[in-house]
């Protein structure tokens, strides 16, 4: 059963800084790709940033030049670097992991119970 675990968010300070981090198992395959997604109350869950398992990234414009994904494949891990971080990234963040199930397969999505990360002013 695969399943998707983010941890490190917490209250910041505006300016400062995160890593938030995205644990899968019970994978069979590595994931196609890896994204990071963020919903605030009231609102959709939008895109923040994702990266596909050749190493290929994008971002959201709200974040660009101050957020960084990065992936482990060994260790089946992905990493959101927040910098620079403004009251308005406050949100709930979550992983979000297109997984094959079987070789040549189409990608499941898997998602994370999400994160909280708050950013004071």
């Known amino acids: 059963q695969v399943q998707v675990v983010e941890s490190g968010g917490g209250l910041v300070q505006a300016g400062g800084s995160l890593r938030l981090s995205c644990a899968v198992s019970g994978n069979r395959f590595t994931p196609v790709s890896i994204a990071w997604y963020r919903q605030t109350p009231g609102h959709q869950r939008e895109w923040v940033a994702s990266?596909?398992?050749?190493?290929?990234?994008n971002y959201a414009d709200p974040i660009k030049n101050r957020f960084t994904i990065s992936r482990d494949n060994a260790k089946n891990m992905a990493y959101l670097q927040m910098n620079s971080l403004k009251p308005e990234d406050t949100a709930v963040y979550y992983c979000?992991?297109?997984?094959?199930?079987?070789?040549?397969?189409?990608?499941?999505?898997?998602w994370g119970q999400g994160t909280q990360v708050t950013v004071s002013s």
């Open positions: 979000n992991a297109a997984i094959r199930l079987r070789s040549g397969g189409p990608p499941s999505d898997y």
């Open positions: 990266m596909v398992s050749g190493g290929g990234s």
